[in-house]
Each structure stands twice: as structure tokens, then as C-alpha cells.
């Protein structure tokens, strides 16, 4: 399924944010008292501390982060106002010694329609992990 347009100009803007590292840009996107579950931080508690906690983390050790038609699932509430994607993504990390290295997850992103925000929504929690490795 092909996300509806806003969904997709939402989307399409924040994976370009993280592949040109501009916290700046990404920042419309969000709403301050925005939660996060991440791949380095636990749990974040408003926009400053998901970028310090988690963006400022992993944003630099990446490279080419795109969201996957894997498919993109949306579930959205009966009046519009939320909308819950969920989303396979895929990039290159970086190691210590700047060699990449491919790194694949999953992400649930919960959206509230704001008309003045860039493409009509804000996120309001944002979910991301890699991929399960398949061992216990």
C-alpha cells in the first residue's frame, strides 16, 4: 500500500533530514512534547531530549536512510486526526573506523494532523528499532 500523499511528503521529509543530518529541518516535523522509543535511547521525553538522546546518537554514524515499501501500514483514527505508520526502514551505519555497513529496522510513528505543520502533521511518538538477528 502507498501511503497517502501527506503521509508520504512526512515521511520523504524526515528520512531526508536524517540523510543530510539537518536536526534543524527535522525539527518541524515533531511536536515539542513529542515521546520516543529508540535504537540507542530507551525512552525520551520532549523534542530536545530525542535529538540529544537518540538523533544526535545515531544521525552522524549514517548514511542513505530511506523508508521501505515493505509494505507502509497506516491505521488511522475515524476522524483523521491520528494516524499510526508503520514502516520498515534501511541504511548504512558507520563503524568507528567510518566503514559502513548495512543496517535494516522497523519504526511505528504516531502522526496528529496540524494543519501548519510541514505536511499537515506532527509526530507525537516515534518508535524505532533494527532488525530482530533471529537469535535468543
Not at 515539542?32 to 535504537?39: C, E, I, K, S
Amino acid at each position: 500500500m502507498t501511503p497517502p500523499t501527506p503521509i508520504a511528503v512526512w515521511l520523504d521529509r524526515f528520512a531526508r533530514c536524517v540523510r543530510e543530518r539537518d536536526v534543524e529541518g527535522a525539527r518541524p516535523l515533531f511536536a515539542p512534547d513529542v515521546h520516543g522509543f529508540g535504537t540507542v535511547a530507551e525512552r525520551t521525553a520532549g523534542l530536545d531530549d530525542l535529538v540529544t538522546r537518540q538523533w544526535s546518537e545515531v544521525w552522524p554514524h549514517t548514511r542513505g536512510f530511506r523508508f521501505v515499501d515493505d509494505p507502509v501500514v497506516l491505521e488511522t483514527s475515524a476522524d483523521g486526526s491520528l494516524v499510526c505508520v508503520l514502516a520498515c526502514w534501511q541504511s548504512e551505519g558507520l563503524d568507528g573506523d567510518g566503514r559502513a555497513f548495512v543496517r535494516t529496522g522497523r519504526s511505528t510513528t504516531v502522526l496528529r494532523r496540524a494543519p501548519a505543520a510541514p505536511a499537515g502533521y506532527l509526530a507525537v511518538h516515534t518508535h524505532y528499532s533494527k532488525s530482530p538477528d533471529g537469535s535468543l
